[in-house]
């Protein structure tokens, strides 16, 4: 079977999607498939770091014509978009007209949204007026992609929450996956873990926040992530002024793995809208998790994993439970290395991959 996947990729995007795709391009290509990686946004001047085992190649979505061109030179049986809703419009009318069977793989709420919208930070009355406009257009573009989406073979999501959003004969939640490697750190005093990319949706001033209310504690709050949105690197800037607060900047999988691996416990404050790669660094770590308000299919309350606070007081309180009780902080870390273990590997994630685009692939066939 030879398969299209495109995203952005790992080696100039570090990203979680662009993690899963390098994953399942890696085990799709170790069980046998051909793997064409298209993409996006490709640097003009990339070399890769290290040896890939799939093709990585330039996907210029800019018109149907260079979709079109594209397909028709690479010739795939299935295409795996984990891509959002960017650039539908070029795609799948082009998909469809070459009975090319599209897969839509689901991984943020905005996938399944009609009207989706990511939030800003905007300061004074020109930066609101600008986000209010920028929302609209948001929404109107996403609507627009949406529109596009009655016409896909099939659907797989990260989190059962999103299945059934749309109107797709063969939807499946295939979970993420996430490398064990580490690469090893250190640090002389204990320490607490936020790991994300820095823009509202995450909600970093919760993290500070918490950082703040806890300087009385013997232990270290570590914020990693990439800032992508301008307004918070003041903010994270100002933060760095707290006695018990550190910022490390972007890191590689590998890198958060390491820091993981040693810390507390892992604090989230993102919104709802997948589910984070970080989490399950974290399980597979051994470590617990306190979440402000997300609990992916509700998993760290069923299985015992940590705690989902609702709010910023009791995340605090939280926080200072686990920090001070060393067994239940142990047993909590335990069942989730053992949870994660089971649901997260990367053989599940090639396999559970490769026989929902084989049912695709051989289901077009039929009706081809």
Request: with cysteine.
């Amino acid at each position: 079977m030879k398969v299209l996947i495109i995203n952005k990729h790992i080696s100039y995007a570090l990203g979680g999607s662009e993690m899963q795709c390098d994953l399942i391009a890696k085990g799709l290509s170790q069980i046998g498939h051909q793997v064409v990686y298209g993409a996006v946004s490709l640097p003009k001047d990339f070399e890769p770091s290290f040896s890939y085992n799939y093709t990585i190649v330039d996907f210029d979505k800019s018109s149907r014509v260079s979709v079109k061109g594209f397909l028709e030179k690479h010739k795939p049986d299935v295409i795996y978009w984990r891509y959002n809703k960017h650039g539908l419009d070029k795609i799948i009318p082009v998909a469809k007209t070459l009975d090319i069977p599209f897969v839509y793989a689901v991984s943020h709420i905005n996938d399944v949204t009609r009207f989706a919208y990511k939030p800003m930070k905007p300061k004074g009355l020109k930066g609101k007026l600008k986000s209010k406009l920028s929302i609209l257009k948001q929404k109107l573009q996403s609507a627009r992609q949406f529109s596009y989406l009655k016409d896909i073979s099939g659907l797989t999501s990260l989190n059962s929450e999103f299945i059934g959003k749309l109107e797709v004969p063969l939807q499946k939640v295939i979970k993420n996956a996430v490398t064990k490697v580490t690469e090893p750190f250190s640090s002389e005093q204990p320490y607490v873990a936020w790991v994300s990319s820095i823009k509202a949706s995450k909600r970093p001033e919760a993290y500070i926040e918490l950082a703040k209310n806890c300087k009385d504690l013997e232990f270290l709050f570590l914020m990693i992530g990439p800032i992508q949105q301008q307004s918070y690197e003041q903010v994270v800037s100002e933060a760095e002024s707290l006695p018990n607060f550190h910022y490390l900047g972007k890191r590689t999988p590998e890198e958060v793995n390491g820091i993981l691996k040693n810390a507390q416990l892992l604090v989230h404050t993102c919104e709802p809208e997948g589910f984070g790669n970080n989490f399950i660094q974290a399980w597979m770590q051994g470590i617990p998790t306190v979440s402000l308000s997300f609990d992916p299919d509700n998993i760290i309350l069923t299985e015992g994993l940590g705690f989902v606070s609702g709010t910023q007081d009791q995340m605090q309180k939280d926080v200072r439970r686990l920090l001070e009780d060393a067994k239940l902080r142990k047993e909590m870390g335990s069942k989730a290395k053992k949870y994660a273990s089971q649901h997260f590997s990367e053989e599940r994630l090639s396999a559970e991959v490769e026989e929902f685009l084989t049912k695709i692939v051989d289901e077009n066939r039929i009706h081809s």
